[in-house]
């Protein structure tokens, strides 16, 4: 009782039990962001981190996070690493082959805003939303799986407030 | 060393006037090869009884400012023995024969050179760009004093 | 009646009737789960059977090189630890190395004591990664569990010392860059006593496997000649049975001081190179025990000004990484920055000898090999 007091629901109590009474959109939404399946796209030095917030002690599947290796499969996707101009198309088609509703996480200082890489080098992309739109930006170099942690949490918020509409768009809420 | 500076002085006895020893620092062997003597070097390196160096660890390209360098990092694991090759390149149309048929090792460094630095290899049979993006037309960035497109540079 | 047909009859009769076979290209990357990084492969292939590989890298040259021009020395050192992230304080001290030897400096016993630990806590956690993702490329998903759970431990010493976890920008010209925490000597005998017989673990979960050993034992033979005309160092070189290491073949710091062995292959397949990477963990770790207990008092660091202008001069320092052999050339011109710095990944050799290894064989066996090899992207991109 306590805890449905705080979910955005009815609680009735019937004889023989209850009825929660509520949107559809807040349950999907809610499924959704219980069980965000990430791909694995390390690029560089962030991927180990996100390898590591993956394994033993900082744990991503008590998140309902597991990885994928296929754009097809998975919905949210970490770029962890510095993106060049070399590989930057390629993002891009892995990003556009992740079906709808999707997530991008720049994670780190190279894919926020092109990092320690951002002065005198000719081949890095100065951040990765200049190709791809972000929704959870993660500063760090690299960030900790902490870090890591709160950046998807924050996600998880953001996926919960979604409109149903919007999921075929690639249009975010502000 | 005295068995180092012997072994430079035996590489000078074998390849006269295309081979000067250089000081570039106490127990560092090091030569400057005529670009034309190349190949005869670093197959005499390589087959020589006594030299025996099989082991080449790295060739860089350096923007010296009035010249280009080819700097090649040679060892032997049998004998020990290291030794810097230098080799001097005009800025302009620079260009160097291959070796990575005798070392197989500078296949890719040789590519890297070539565009990174615009140093023509002579007879190498893959000359596709190896970093760079394969539509790359902006010149060779390690250059000194290039800028480029995307290319901001630090302020002081 | 017809007599009765066995199986391999009829595909012996399938393959008489004259069924062409064409081959085609498969494009294994950048984005693969077992690639390590961002490497591209184009296998030309018939059926399973790879016929011919050819990689393209590039994908994460993020131009280090052209970057340095433009720094200083302190500067430098933290984009080093990018080159190699896994063992980002062997390339500090590769580089560092090099700035000591143009100007000649003395680095205090404490601080090469330091250093030595450092770097081999560092090589037993880039083994460790090393045998997580192996594991995982083959299917094996719980010694990546086990191998991480270590790792944190070391991440902990790590972040006692210098607050980092990965990146560490500790080794510096002259020493490191502060000294041990208190009760760091503590923890890290602990963790040597903890972390010996676990090795023997990961043994029992991998070394003696069927599955394992028929994926691994006689693939990827890389013969010794081959492997030194491709200059491949480091485990790879080893397995292949060349007894090279350079901490006792190429000395420096203090190695001389600690009694190890190197371990070494026999036939150069998959299986020689995992096993001579079990056994340096626990040579790395024998060498942590004697430098814990050996630790002298002292100065942790040289007197350095902190605007470092080494003389003119050049250097090509090389050490033995986890990988391999890393070098670092510098060419200094009496100022503050260095002229040019490059820097040699041990990986950049092993991915060019990829495609003499790997023909026909399948594409299984690929994956093997390269998980076998363990080359990380930074160091052949830079």
């Known amino acids: ?174 | ?156 | 009646m017809d007599e009765e047909i066995r199986s391999d009859q009829l595909i012996s009769k399938s393959t008489d009737s004259g069924f062409a076979t064409e081959e085609f290209m498969v494009n294994m990357g950048p984005q693969h789960p077992s690639t390590h990084g961002v490497c591209r492969l184009l296998l030309t292939m018939d059926g399973e059977v790879v016929k011919d590989c050819q990689p393209h890298v590039g994908y994460l040259h993020r131009a280090i090189e052209k970057i340095s021009e433009n720094r200083t020395y302190a500067q430098i050192i933290p984009l080093t630890d990018r080159f190699e992230y896994l063992t980002s304080m062997a390339c500090n001290w590769v580089f560092c190395l090099g700035g000591e030897r143009i100007s000649q400096m003395e680095v205090p016993e404490r601080a090469e004591y330091i250093r030595v630990i450092m770097v081999e806590l560092n090589r037993i956690a880039s083994h460790l990664v090393w045998l997580g993702t192996f594991g995982l490329d083959l299917g094996a998903i719980t010694p990546f569990l086990y191998c991480l759970r270590e790792r944190e431990l070391i991440m902990d010493l790590f972040e006692m010392t210098c607050g980092q976890r990965l990146l560490y920008n500790y080794i510096r010209v002259g020493g490191v860059s502060r000294d041990l925490p208190v009760g760091f000597e503590k923890k890290c005998k602990e963790f040597v006593g903890y972390f010996m017989p676990l090795v023997d673990d990961y043994e029992a979960l991998l070394t003696n496997n069927p599955i394992f050993l028929t994926r691994t034992k006689n693939i990827g033979i890389l013969p010794v000649n081959m492997a030194l005309n491709y200059a491949v160092s480091g485990p790879v070189l080893r397995g292949s049975g060349l007894k090279w290491d350079l901490r006792k073949d190429d000395p420096y710091g203090y190695y001389h001081k600690f009694d190890f062995e190197i371990p070494t292959g026999t036939v150069g397949d998959t299986w020689d190179r995992y096993i001579v990477r079990i056994n340096e963990m626990r040579q790395s770790a024998l060498i942590v025990k004697q430098a814990i207990e050996g630790l002298p008092e002292g100065e942790f660091r040289a007197k350095v000004k902190p605007s470092f202008k080494p003389p003119a001069g050049e250097c090509y320092t090389r050490i033995e990484a986890a990988r391999g052999e890393m070098g670092a050339y510098i060419v200094s011109d009496g100022t503050a920055k260095p002229t040019r710095l490059r820097l040699r990944g041990s990986s950049y050799n092993h991915i060019m000898v990829l495609p003499e290894i790997v023909k026909g064989l399948k594409i299984a066996d690929l994956v093997a090999i390269f998980a076998s090899f363990d080359a990380i992207m930074p160091e052949v991109d830079r």
């Open chain 2, 1 to 156: 060393m005295s068995d180092q500076s012997d072994m430079v002085k035996s590489l000078i006895a074998a390849f006269p006037g295309k081979v000067i020893a250089l000081e570039l620092a106490p127990e560092q062997a090091a030569v400057l090869v005529g670009a034309s003597a190349v190949r005869d070097f670093f197959r005499h390196l390589k087959s020589d009884d006594k030299l025996r160096f099989d082991y080449l660890s790295s060739l860089s390209g350096v923007d010296a400012g009035e010249h280009l360098e080819v700097v090649y990092h040679i060892f032997s694991t049998v004998t020990k023995a290291k030794l810097t090759v230098k080799v001097q390149l005009p800025t302009e149309n620079a260009e160097i024969h291959s070796i990575c048929d005798i070392y197989r090792a500078t296949d890719w460094y040789e590519r890297e050179i070539r565009e990174l630095y615009g140093i023509e290899v002579l007879n190498h049979p893959d000359m596709r760009p190896l970093l760079l993006p394969e539509d790359w037309d902006q010149g060779p960035p390690m250059r000194k004093g290039w800028t480029g497109r995307d290319f901001i540079v630090k302020p002081e």
């Open chain 1, 1 to 174: 009782m306590g805890v449905a007091s705080k979910l955005p629901v009815y609680f009735e109590q019937v004889p023989g039990g209850g009825i929660i009474t509520t949107k559809l959109e807040q349950v999907l939404d809610w499924s959704r962001a219980s069980s965000l399946w990430y791909m694995l796209f390390g690029l560089a030095c962030c991927a180990i981190e996100m390898m590591c917030a993956g394994a033993s002690r900082y744990d991503f599947d008590r998140l309902g996070m597991i990885f994928r290796a296929s754009p097809r499969q998975s919905d949210l996707m970490f770029v962890a690493g510095t993106v060049t101009h070399k590989m930057a198309p390629r993002v891009k088609l892995l990003y556009d082959q992740m079906s709808s509703p999707k997530y991008v996480i720049a994670m780190g200082g190279c894919a926020t805003r092109g990092g320690p890489f951002y002065y005198d080098s000719y081949s890095v992309l100065k951040g990765v939303d200049l190709i791809i739109p972000v929704d959870v930006y993660i500063p760090g170099c690299p960030p900790r799986p902490e870090s890591l942690m709160e950046g998807c949490l924050k996600l998880m918020e953001k996926v919960k407030k979604e409109k149903m509409a919007d999921w075929s768009r690639d249009v975010r809420p502000e």
